[in-house]
Structure formats: C-alpha cells, structure tokens
C-alpha cells in the first residue's frame, strides 16, 4: 500500500490524514503529544461515521482508521518509506524548517515534501533541505474541513519542479480535489490574499462602530453568497491561525491595516470554535455549531 506521513494532527492534519486514509494510503499521523493525536483520532472516527451514515464511504470506519498510524514527536521514523509529506504543524517558519529538515534527513530521496501553509513562502521552507530535494518541495493547500472543501492550491516555489507540481495535482485529484495551481508564491496565494482583504474590511466596519458582526456575516451569506461571513469563518479557522497568517504576510510585504478587534481576541486567546469564544461564543469547545 502505498505511504504518506502528515506531520501536525490539529484542525487540518487530522483531515487531510482522513482524506489520504479514505484513498487507501498508509497513513503516519505525527503531532508533538499522545492527547493531540487521541483527539485527531477521535475526530477522524467521527468525521468517518457521519461520512457512513450518508452513504459516502465505500468501506467501514474501521477499516480506513486502522490505515492511521499516530506518531508521538517522531518526524523522522514517519516519512520511512514514504512517497509523500504533508506537513501541518503551527504557521511559525522556524517550526516549519525543522520539520522539513527532519524529514528531508530520513524520507525516500525521491519522496515529494509538501507544506499545507497558508500564508508562509514555500521557496523559504526549500532553504531549510538539502540541495538535490529543492524540487520536490511545495505547496498543497487545502481548506478547512479538508474532508468537504473541494480545493487545493498547489504552490509553486522558486525551485519546485514541473513534474513536482504535476504529481502533487494528481494526488490531490486521487482524494477528490480541484485544483488550483499557483505559479507566483506570493504572501497568502490567491485564496488567502483575497479573504485578508475581505476580513479586514469586515473587521474595520465593526471596530469603527458602521456595522456589528451579525450585520456583516448576514450580508455575505445571504447578499454575496457565500457560505459563512467573515467572522464565523475567522472562528472556524482559529483566530489564532488568522493571526500567524496576518503577521507572516505582513513580514513579506503585503500591504495591510491590521484590526484591532483579530489582534485583541488573540490577546485575549479566545481563538474561536476551538476556545469556545471568538467573535461567537461556542457551548462546547472544539465543535462548530452555527450561533
Ligand atoms: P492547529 O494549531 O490546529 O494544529 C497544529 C498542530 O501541529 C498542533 O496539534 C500542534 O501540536 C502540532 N505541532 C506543532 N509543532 C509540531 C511539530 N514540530 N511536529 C509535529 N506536530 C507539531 O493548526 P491548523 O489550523 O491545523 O494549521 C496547521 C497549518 O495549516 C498551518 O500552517 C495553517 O496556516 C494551515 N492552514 C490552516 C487552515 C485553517 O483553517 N485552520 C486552513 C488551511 C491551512
């Protein structure tokens, strides 16, 4: 059967673990603790059993969670044998860099190493491997829920290599996925930089006192169509993640006013769905409900 390693078990490794597990991969699961990766697994079953009752699962729960292997801190033995990488820990590059390094040492030289970064430079996360795997290193980013959300952007570095993005384009096709190719790696993609506009404008109507928050998530779900506002979808990203995203893309140029309504609940670390408060409140911690 053939390996992928995800490193990172939270909101979006678990996921894309699920994803990889249903397309029949062996997957190794890594995060930096055994309760991290409990809760990834106990999320995954979950997703799995919905995923049954509606008759969207070729095969039984079980069976695509015992193709799950969680991995406690161990980045090295997880990409043994491997084709592929993703890596999904915290958008901090530092992080980042030594998880691809770690990797870089230990998987198959022709394994491709993929981050599911948001905001960071694919060509930066490269510096941190070795010369002759520059090639393979990507973007492949998916949107939250992995398991529903229907694209993936693939990311092309300065040094990433046609045949790298034409086989990252397929796996993601193998689990079911659109795809989106982008060519510059510039500061949040094509998706990200557009939602940073979107967001901030949202979040400077209610600080300046235009508009509340139930206003603004009204008008864009039920005027411009779109699925969640602006700040229930802040909620459901992790308003925590919205800020690493916000600041790297700042660090690299992107021109922004950030609002001091984001920057004031991360202070605050009411992170959203995952705290339980965010611009909403959420009664139990860890599941989205609309409020
Ligand atoms: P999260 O905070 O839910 O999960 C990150 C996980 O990585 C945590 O469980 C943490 O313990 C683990 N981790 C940290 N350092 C590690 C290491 N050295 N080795 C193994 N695991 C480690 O974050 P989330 O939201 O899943 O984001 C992960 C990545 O995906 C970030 O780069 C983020 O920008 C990106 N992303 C997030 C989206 C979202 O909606 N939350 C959407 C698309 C991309």
Redesign the pocket.
Known sequence: MPKVAV????????GIAELFAMAGYEVAL????DE?LKR?LQNIEWSLKKLAEKGQLKEDPSAVLSRIRPVV?D?CSAVVGVELMV??????IE??K??FAEADRCAPPEAILA??????PITEIAEAVKPERKTKVVGM??????VLMPLVEVIKGQYTSDETVKKVAEYAQKLGKQTVVVNRDVPGFIV?RILARVNEAACWMVARGEATIQEVDSALIYKAGLPMGAFILMD???I??IC??GDAMLKRGFKSHPCPLILEKCQQKKYGV?SGEGFYKYPAPGKFQWP
């Open positions: 490193i990172g078990a939270g909101t979006m490794g678990h890594v995060d930096v603790a991290y990834a801190g980045v890596e999904a820990v915290v958008e901090d992080v980042k030594r998880v981050t599911n970064t948001s905001s960071l980013h998916f949107f939250n829920p992995p990200n459901y990203t992790g925590d993640v690493f995203i995952k």
